[in-house]
């Protein structure tokens, strides 16, 4: 069964408006994290957020901030005031287990951002 | 600056060909990833290791092994490389909350 699930292939927004990336999850461990991570054409994988499942506030780095909804197992990302250096692929991951941590990401999202 | 280093950015290789993927991190990181990434599937799990001698089946470990001898270096290892095992390969290690990854290595298999 998906782990990680990113339900939008694809995305267009224009610039200077908000975006929200899809994340659905699945785990009955209690003790997970969630990650977001942009793929720009070059390939790198740029970290962006991080949001532990007993934090009791979303987490924010700037433009970037996480939804998170436990009961609902969601984990959206919300871009505000998207930038044309915005578009690229945005993968939602997780982390489950206890010592043995596995990290899990999600099939990914491409954003584009237009004038 | 915390670095992941992949040995190699391009790699060709001929189908049967036993072929190493090597990643070293200085991080002093406990816990190496192995994926591969292909369109439209994202980043799959191939193996991952929580310490020296210690891994973990991923999700697609089917034609791979890998080795953990030392702390910084995480080797993946194609026993007899095919053409599905084309892709782009991407080491990461972690620690609790980012994980870092190296500039991945593209594989083909002729």
């Known amino acids: 069964a998906q782990k990680i699930t990113q339900t939008q292939p694809g995305m267009f927004v224009q610039e200077k408006e908000a975006v929200t990336l899809d994340c659905t999850y699945d785990t009955s461990d209690p003790s997970y994290g969630l990650f977001w991570y942009k793929q720009p054409s070059s390939g790198e994988m740029i970290f962006l957020i991080y949001q532990g499942s007993y934090d009791q506030q979303n987490a924010t780095e700037g433009r970037y901030s996480l939804n998170f909804q436990k009961a609902r197992k969601s984990a959206n990302l919300v871009i505000s005031a998207s930038q044309l250096g915005d578009s690229a692929m945005y993968f939602c991951a997780m982390r489950e287990g206890l010592g043995t941590d596995k990290l899990i990401f999600g099939t990914g999202t491409r954003l584009q951002v237009f004038p | 600056d915390v670095k992941v280093t992949q040995s190699s950015r391009y790699l060709v290789k001929r189908t049967g060909e036993k072929v190493f993927l090597e990643c070293v991190q200085d991080?002093?990181?406990?816990?190496m990833f192995w994926y591969r990434q292909d369109p439209g599937l994202g980043l799959r799990l191939i193996y991952f290791?929580?310490?020296?001698?210690?891994?973990e089946k991923g999700d697609i470990p089917e034609g791979y092994s890998v080795s953990r001898e030392k702390k910084e270096r995480f080797s993946l290892i194609l026993e007899s490389a095919s053409t599905n095992q084309t892709s782009m390969y991407l080491c990461?290690?972690?620690?609790?909350?980012?994980?870092?990854f190296g500039q991945g290595t593209r594989l083909t298999v002729v």
């Open positions: 991080m002093d990181h406990e816990n």
């Open positions: 990461a290690s972690r620690v609790s909350t980012e994980a870092f």
């Open positions: 290791s929580y310490d020296v001698k210690m891994k």
